[in-house]
Nanobody, 125 residues
Framework: QVQLVESGGGLVQAGGSLRLSCTAS????????MGWFRQASGKEREFVAA????????NYAESVKGRFTVSRDNAKNTVYLQMNILKPEDAAVYYC??????????????????WGQGTQVTVSS
């Protein structure tokens, strides 16, 4: 059983940056593909970014390409989401998720088995 804990959320002005972290425990982190998703109030959970277990593959939602970067440090059991040029529409609860997977990481939330509790990102205009 993998436990995931996100951190790094907060309030930022539009155009600013935040770095989210997600630290895993209870499993062999390097075997898991990791994803970041977000859910705004009243909306469905949506894909943001994902990274394969060795970091060789990444996927991004079109809305964040060029602004967000996903990375991981397997020695620290942690995946990161660097978010730059934040927009008000990026405001949401951000979740990390994990799945045992070789190759390109999935982008559908239904393909992930383990989820963190989420961290709130608020962007003021």
């Amino acid at each position: 059983q993998v436990q995931l804990v996100e951190s790094g959320g907060g309030l930022v002005q539009a155009g600013g940056s935040l770095r989210l972290s997600c630290t895993a425990s209870g499993g062999t982190f390097s075997l898991y593909a990791m994803g970041w998703f977000r859910q705004a109030s009243g909306k469905e959970r949506e894909f943001v970014a994902a990274i394969s277990r060795n970091g060789g593959f990444t996927n991004y939602a079109e809305s964040v390409k060029g602004r967000f970067t996903v990375s991981r440090d397997n020695a620290k059991n942690t995946v990161y989401l660097q978010m730059n040029i934040l927009k008000p529409e990026d405001a949401a609860v951000y979740y990390c998720a994990a799945v045992l997977r070789v190759g390109p990481p999935p982008i559908s939330p239904g393909q992930y088995n383990y989820w963190g509790q989420g961290t709130q990102v608020t962007v003021s205009s």
